[in-house]
């Protein structure tokens, strides 16, 4: 369900969460215009209604493709060398040659933001194989496309920070490696589409999904970890993770505070008799999880240091990354 608050836009509302709509008289309430976004194709900048890519582009027509979700907070974009690196990583995978340098997309990432005159917000960087015929031979594009794209968004809204989430366990199948490597964040994301609408037909916020040998590999769009006895668990790179940005922050700040993070398979057993448990994203950032196939986590309510985890978070964010009106 779409909203919108003053954050920006809330593109995943808990379904167990809906706003009750206060009553509006259409007839007496005028909407300002939407303000027009400027987006990045190919080294040229396009209004909204302008920006447009061919169908015939192997992104659309295969997923053939690679993309980073990044987060800028405070005129500063967050970890954007270490989402460059993933993303240069996931080229390398597919073959797909990115048509400029690191540096120089660093850069055109910046000047996005810049021509959108934000300080907070989301940028999706996008890598298309380019465009080709209707055969799927990659070799048939012979120029790839880069796009940037950056609005103003919350994934939830500050309740569910403070309440936490539910999930339900999914009977799809994260991808095994052999198949398609979960390390390359590629355009095709049917996978995880397939166990989000498994959560939205079961009312849940999230969808669990496990791996061949049926231990946690992650959510639809997030990384688990789990905390018993004070130690922090979260499943290894090998069990069908995103090695996620988020996630390498939080043994980071564990560091800090001396808590001990285990890579470790998880069983939804373990899930189930967690004392704590929290998921991270770049969008979602970090935020507590209370419940899993209908069985309170811990006290039902996030634990302490989930709630410390999210603190310390926030203040890196806006205190940390790439300056952009430097």
């Not at 890519?53 to 500063?76: A, M, Q, T």
């Not at 199948?173 to 198949?179: E, G, M, Y």
């Amino acid at each position: 369900m779409k909203t919108s608050n003053a954050g920006g836009t809330v593109i995943d509302q808990p379904k167990s969460r809906e706003a009750v709509k206060p009553a509006v008289d259409k007839a007496t309430t005028s909407k300002p215009a939407a303000r027009q976004s400027k987006i990045y194709i190919d080294g040229k900048f396009y209004s909204e209604a302008d920006a447009k890519v061919s169908v015939f582009d192997h992104g659309l027509l295969y997923g053939d493709g690679i993309f980073e979700g990044i987060r800028f907070y405070n005129g500063r974009v967050f970890r954007m060398e270490e989402h460059l690196e993933r993303l240069w990583d996931s080229a390398r995978s597919i073959c797909l040659h990115i048509p400029m340098s690191q540096r120089a997309m660093g850069e055109a990432l910046l000047e996005t933001v810049r021509q959108n005159n934000l300080r907070d917000g989301y940028i999706r960087l996008i890598v298309t194989r380019g465009v080709g015929n209707l055969g799927l031979n990659p070799e048939q594009c012979k120029t790839p496309s880069v796009i940037i794209i950056t609005a103003q968004i919350a994934l939830y809204p500050e309740a569910v920070y403070k309440n936490g989430l539910s999930l339900v366990t999914c009977a799809t199948r994260r991808t095994n490696p052999s198949a398609l490597n979960p390390a390359v964040k590629s355009l095709n994301y049917l996978n995880n589409v397939m166990a989000r609408i498994e959560a939205n037909q079961a009312n849940a916020d999230e969808g669990l999904m496990l791996n061949d040998e049926g231990n946690v590999a992650e959510c639809t769009a997030d990384n688990v970890f789990i905390i018993k006895r004070g130690q922090i668990f979260t499943p290894p790179i090998t069990a069908g993770a995103l090695r996620g940005i988020t996630r390498s922050v939080v043994f980071e700040i564990a560091a800090e505070t001396g808590i001990k993070v285990i890579e470790a398979d998880i069983t939804r057993h373990e899930m189930f008799v967690a004392d704590e448990a929290f998921l991270t994203g770049t969008a979602a950032e970090i935020i507590p999880l209370v419940k899993a196939d209908g069985r309170p986590i811990g006290t039902g309510k996030p634990g302490p240091i989930t709630t410390r985890m999210i603190s310390r978070f926030r203040e890196i964010t806006r205190e940390t990354g790439t300056p952009i009106y430097a």
